[in-house]
């Protein structure tokens, strides 16, 4: 049973070892991720993750495809994937201070074109950061690419007062849900 992760996050496939899980290949989808009008946040990260599965399963026929995504929403308010300095310096001073949603949607597709989905929910609190505090983080680059403008995984982990949920769906892949799914695809697991 070939796995293939729809994914180009290299901290997916970090956190699929994290369970022994070591898929046999990496093709990431490459599809529009604009959100659609007024899309809420759930429901765009579901509709996202399960676009990617189903681009990468047309090229892999029989395998299983593992695809998610994840999105840092402030209410109805879906936050980017910080490319600028503007964009992040705009998305930490929206979170300072505040609390904040992450959703992490997976999609499994299995050999028959099954899709199986599942959406970890989980609240992110961050410390009122000061202006320091940002341009130090923004130093860092590490926002580059990432949703909300931070990674949990790194430096921003000391910006943080409070989790709730999973750590692991907040770095962008919930290993319960992953495990879980792929079990129930038939999927060999230690």
């Known amino acids: 049973m070939r796995l293939i992760l729809a994914s180009a996050s290299p901290r997916r496939h970090d956190l699929l070892g994290q369970i022994g899980i070591v898929p046999d290949a990496v093709d990431p989808a490459d599809i529009d991720e604009t959100p659609r009008k007024a899309e809420l946040p759930a429901l765009y990260a579901a509709r996202v993750a399960a676009e990617k599965g189903v681009a990468v399963a047309a090229r892999h026929p029989g395998a299983l495809v593992l695809s998610g995504d ?63 505090e940002i341009d130090v983080y923004i130093a860092s680059d590490e926002w580059r690419g990432k949703a909300g403008g931070y990674a949990i995984q790194g430096r921003a982990a000391g910006l943080i007062r409070t989790i709730m949920g999973s750590h692991s769906a907040i770095m962008g892949l919930p290993l319960y849900e992953t495990r879980t799914l792929l079990k129930a695809a038939g999927y060999p697991l230690d």
């Open 70 to 132: 994840t999105v840092v929403a402030v209410g109805r308010r879906i936050l980017p994937k910080a490319e600028s300095e503007a964009e992040a310096r705009a998305c930490l001073t929206l979170l300072s201070g505040r609390r904040h949603r992450v959703l992490s949607a997976i999609t499994l597709i299995d050999g028959d074109g099954r899709a199986r989905h599942r959406m970890s929910d989980n609240i992110v609190i961050f410390k009122r950061l000061d202006q320091a």
